[in-house]
Each structure stands twice: as structure tokens, then as C-alpha cells.
């Protein structure tokens, strides 16, 4: 996914901060929308559809956590096109 990201004046990491919004948790696992991941501020949805044509309201990323020993990885993420 970094590739494909990798836009015309986007600085991507290591170099571009990437942040989370805070995002509320229920036990172990949480759903993380695009709307929250930012890089340098921009939000990854914004990120996505650059470049972007026609209708892109139903598109969005959200990404499944899960935390683990303590730590919080990615799982896997649901893609809406």
C-alpha cells in the first residue's frame, strides 16, 4: 500500500508523520477509518482519491486492529469502492 500512496508532492514515512486519531476501543479490537489515519495532516482518504474521477462517495478504508501482548497491529482492512 506505501506504493500506491506515493503521490506527486506526498512526503511518505519515514520521512511524513503519520498520525491516529483518537479512536474508541470496545475490549481488543477497534475498526480505524481512513478519516482518522493522517500523514503530515492529510487525511488517508484524501490521500486515496488524488487523482480521483467521477463519484467517490462510496469509496472508503478502514482498517481492523487487534491488540496483542499489549501492542495494537494491523489485522486486516475493509476496502468500499
Known amino acids: 500500500m506505501h506504493d500506491a500512496w506515493a503521490k506527486p508532492g506526498v512526503t511518505l ?3 511524513g508523520k503519520v498520525t491516529v486519531d483518537e479512536v474508541s476501543t470496545s475490549g481488543d479490537q477497534v475498526t480505524v477509518p481512513d478519516t482518522a489515519v493522517k500523514l503530515d495532516g492529510r487525511t488517508l482518504r484524501s490521500l486515496e482519491l488524488i487523482g480521483s474521477t467521477g463519484n467517490t462517495s462510496s469509496f472508503s478504508l478502514a ?4 491488540k496483542h501482548e ?3 497491529y494491523v ?3 475493509d476496502l468500499n469502492a
Not at 482498517?63 to 487487534?66: C, I, R
Open 13 to 15: 514515512p519515514p520521512q
Open 63 to 66: 482498517f481492523k486492529v487487534q
Open 70 to 72: 499489549g501492542a495494537w
Open 75 to 77: 489485522q486486516g482492512f
